[in-house]
T-cell receptor
Framework: SQTIHQWPATLVQPVGSPLSLECTVE??????LYWYRQAAGRGLQLLFY??????ISSEVPQNLSASRPQDRQFILSSKKLLLSDSGFYLC?????????????FGSGTRLTVV | DAKTTQPNSMESNEEEPVHLPCNHS???????IHWYRQLPSQGPEYVIH???SNVNNRMASLAIAEDRKSSTLILHRATLRDAAVYYC???????????FGKGTRLHILP
């Protein structure tokens, strides 16, 4: 069966420090991968999505970046964190595009920038 | 992007049915209607989806209007564990991403 792993679960980072969040999927190949962010009390904001290795689409201009070095690995990075980067970061995957298949989300990383 | 409209919040009593509405008047013929829910401090989880016909699964039922411009998620017997934010989303077949709206926050009263 397919599983999605996301870590760490919680993270406290100072302003200006770098960030690296990792997401891996098991049990499937060539998944679509997504990074979402949810600020406190707000909705889910799509940040990046990828339909293949090295293919990244950015939805919102910001100081974050994403990379997909392997088929089932998706990384969210920042060189210098801002206070506004605090939030709940969620990785998700889907198979064969989204139309007739749902998303499966990871358990999320709660990032606090101090 | 096709949009959905949901009430911001709803309340229901425990062990009673809950009908969560969603309007999607600009839906296109190939858009699937998906529902997700997000429990506190967790990622969203898939609930149900459909295209034209009503759908049932172990979690809920989805009733789709004949003109497909609205749908209703039905929880047959709400429990306290069903308290969550419920998102109604249109999955555009021509795109590989879905955009979440603000959803409906469902409160279950004991």
């Amino acid at each position: 069966s397919q599983t999605i792993h996301q870590w760490p679960a919680t993270l406290v980072q100072p302003v200006g420090s770098p960030l690296s969040l990792e997401c891996t999927v098991e049990g499937t190949s060539n998944p679509n991968l997504y990074w979402y962010r949810q600020a406190a009390g707000r909705g889910l904001q799509l940040l990046f999505y990828s339909v293949g290795i090295g293919q990244i689409s950015s939805e919102v201009p910001q100081n974050l970046s994403a990379s997909r070095p392997q088929d089932r690995q998706f990384i969210l990075s920042s060189k210098k964190l801002l206070l506004s980067d605090s939030g709940f970061y969620l990785c998700a995957w889907s198979e064969f595009g989204v139309a007739n298949y749902g998303y499966t989300f990871g358990s999320g990383t709660r990032l606090t920038v101090v | 992007d096709a949009k959905t409209t949901q009430p911001n919040s709803m309340e229901s009593n425990e062990e009673e049915p809950v009908h969560l509405p969603c309007n999607h008047s600009t839906i296109s013929g190939t858009d699937y209607i998906h529902w997700y829910r997000q429990l506190p401090s967790q990622g969203p989880e898939y609930v149900i989806h459909g295209l034209t016909s009503n759908v049932n699964n172990r979690m809920a039922s989805l009733a789709i209007a004949e003109d497909r411009k609205s749908s209703t998620l039905i929880l047959h017997r709400a429990t306290l564990r069903d308290a969550a934010v419920y998102y109604c989303i249109l999955n555009m077949n021509r795109d590989d991403k879905i955009i979440f709206g603000k959803g409906t926050r469902l409160h279950i009263l004991p």
